[in-house]
């Protein structure tokens, strides 16, 4: 079974329009962590925001804000006031918990391609 | 601060040929990662180490070898090429385990024909 499931294979949002990015992902671990990652077309992957099993409140990174939402197993990344920069791909993570066995690698999904529309 | 660097940054190979791919970091994180990306895919795991000179199998290392002689290098070599191994490259590096960001290097595309 898939950890990490991203449905939105690709995604459109018009310049300065919020959007969200749908992440579901499956553990039975109590401690995890969630990350999200950008990768323009240049390859590089950049982390944008992390998101601790046992955090509160919702992580927020300037633009970027994770809707976390426990009990339904999401951690959507929502993109306030898109912009032209922000067309690329997109990937959600979640790393488990290293009890001694676990690599403690970040586990991907298969990712969104945002394109900004001007 | 260099983070973490790969090289080379493009490799063609031809089938059935071997060779090195170099990661170095120098922030002195314990935690490495060697991952591939296949084309509209996410990353997947090859090979991890979580200290110089323990070293183990991630989701997909047939193929590959690692080793970790210092904290700061975990070259991964290819032996015998094929068309298979055609991906992107991305080595990673961590201090810690949930709570801490993964620093990945600039990858290394790799072609095998």
């Known amino acids: 079974a898939q950890k990490i499931t991203q449905t939105q294979p690709g995604m459109f949002v018009q310049e300065k329009e919020a959007v969200t990015l749908d992440c579901t992902y499956d553990?039975?671990?109590?401690?995890?962590?969630l990350f999200w990652y950008k990768q323009p077309s240049s390859g590089e992957m950049i982390f944008l925001i992390y998101q601790g099993s046992y955090d509160q409140q919702n992580a927020t990174e300037g633009r970027y804000s994770l809707n976390f939402q426990k009990a339904r197993k999401s951690a959507n990344l929502v993109i306030s006031a898109s912009q032209l920069g922000d067309s690329a791909m997109y990937f959600c993570?979640?790393?488990?918990?290293?009890?001694?066995?676990?690599?403690?690698?970040?586990?991907f999904g298969k990712g969104t391609k945002l394109s900004v529309k001007p | 601060n260099a983070g973490v660097t790969q090289t080379p940054k493009f490799r063609i190979l031809k089938i059935g040929q071997s060779m090195t791919l170099q990661c170095t970091q120098d922030?002195?994180?314990?935690?490495m990662y060697w991952y591939r990306q296949d084309p509209g895919m996410g990353l997947k795991l090859i090979y991890y180490s979580v200290g110089a000179g323990i070293t183990d199998k991630g989701e997909v290392p047939n193929g590959y070898n690692v080793s970790r002689s210092t904290t700061e290098d975990f070259p991964l070599r290819l032996e015998l090429a094929a068309p298979s191994q055609t991906s992107v490259y991305f080595c990673?590096?961590?201090?810690?385990?949930?709570?801490?960001?993964?620093?990945f290097g600039p990858g290394t595309r790799l072609t095998v024909t």
């Open positions: 553990t039975s671990d109590p401690s995890y962590g």
């Open positions: 993570a979640m790393r488990e918990q290293d009890y001694g066995g676990s690599q403690g690698n970040l586990i």
């Open positions: 922030m002195n994180h314990n935690y």
């Open positions: 990673a590096s961590s201090p810690n385990r949930v709570g801490d960001e993964q620093y």
